[in-house]
């Protein structure tokens, strides 16, 4: 099972500092606690042992809030989401990094997802959701046996779709040797999309609560829903 996450903290919030201005997004509060504990007792339920926090924007706010409860990699400049997951993956030592944004929450089963993966053989898995309004996030074709097929440009336009949800499994020596020399990337544009047709990246479709507090209105939509989260 997998024993190692990278939780992705270190986005600059542009969408929400409407709301919250002095924090990194997974820091904004719900219900009185930071939106990353959450995160972390889901990744706990799941018996991940190890967390890196990849922090860079306000960094400090973070550090300084959990202290030494788990191991930080702290960008010195924007790496982007790509470059930021290589820098932390120095920090790990199992072959399967389970790799999740910090601004959003998805309730999927990761014994479930990572039997998937390994059954798939695939290099990384994608977990994705069917949603009806797919155009803030772009979409995702799947071919046969759930092996993407292509990734397409979020449009705006409001229709049903699969989008990526922000959770990976991500083999630790493909990715790293595939991204050998590049330092500041986008895991979304210049792995998946560019890697798509020449490693096996595999995408698995689950029906659980969704949520990106990226905006204001997931944001204050959180407050409500997380008062029966069952972590």
């Given at each position: 099972?997998?024993?190692?996450?990278?939780?992705?903290?270190?986005?600059?919030?542009?969408?929400?500092?409407?709301?919250?201005?002095?924090?990194?997004?997974?820091?904004?509060?719900?219900?009185?606690?930071?939106?990353?504990?959450?995160?972390?007792?889901?990744?706990?339920?799941?018996?991940?042992?190890?967390?890196?926090?990849?922090?860079g924007h306000l960094s400090e706010k973070i550090t300084e809030h959990y202290g030494?409860?788990?191991?930080?990699?702290?960008?010195?400049?924007?790496?982007?989401?790509?470059?930021?997951?290589?820098?932390?993956?120095?920090?790990?030592?199992?072959?399967?990094?389970?790799?999740?944004?910090?601004?959003?929450?998805?309730?999927?089963?990761?014994?479930?997802?990572?039997?998937?993966?390994?059954?798939?053989?695939?290099?990384?898995?994608?977990?994705?959701?069917?949603?009806?309004?797919?155009?803030?996030?772009?979409?995702?074709?799947?071919?046969?046996?759930?092996?993407?097929?292509?990734?397409?440009?979020?449009?705006?336009?409001?229709?049903?779709?699969?989008?990526?949800?922000?959770?990976?499994?991500?083999?630790?020596?493909?990715?790293?040797?595939?991204?050998?020399?590049?330092?500041?990337?986008?895991?979304?544009?210049?792995?998946?999309?560019?890697?798509?047709?020449?490693?096996?990246?595999?995408?698995?479709?689950?029906?659980?609560?969704f949520i990106d507090i990226g905006i204001p209105e997931d944001y204050k939509k959180?407050?409500?829903?997380?008062?029966?989260?069952?972590?």
């Open positions: 099972m997998l024993k190692e996450a990278i939780i992705l903290a270190g986005g600059f919030g542009t969408r929400l500092k409407e709301v919250v201005a002095d924090v990194p997004k997974p820091m904004a509060l719900v219900n009185g606690k930071p939106f990353l504990d959450y995160l972390v007792k889901y990744l706990q339920h799941y018996g991940v042992e190890k967390i890196i926090l990849s922090v030494n409860k788990f191991i930080y990699s702290i960008e010195k400049e924007p790496l982007g989401t790509g470059g930021g997951i290589a820098e932390a993956m120095e920090k790990c030592k199992t072959e399967e990094i389970l790799v999740l944004n910090g601004d959003s929450f998805f309730d999927i089963d990761l014994k479930a997802f990572y039997n998937k993966h390994q059954e798939a053989l695939s290099d990384s898995s994608l977990a994705l959701r069917k949603t009806d309004n797919a155009g803030r996030y772009g979409t995702i074709e799947l071919g046969e046996f759930d092996q993407i097929k292509s990734f397409k440009e979020k449009n705006g336009k409001e229709k049903p779709g699969i989008i990526n949800a922000g959770i990976y499994i991500l083999n630790r020596a493909v990715y790293m040797e595939e991204n050998i020399g590049k330092k500041t990337f986008s895991i979304e544009k210049d792995f998946f999309e560019k890697k798509v047709h020449q490693l096996k990246l595999y995408g698995f479709t689950f029906n659980g609560y959180a407050q409500h829903d997380f008062k029966e989260f069952k972590y």
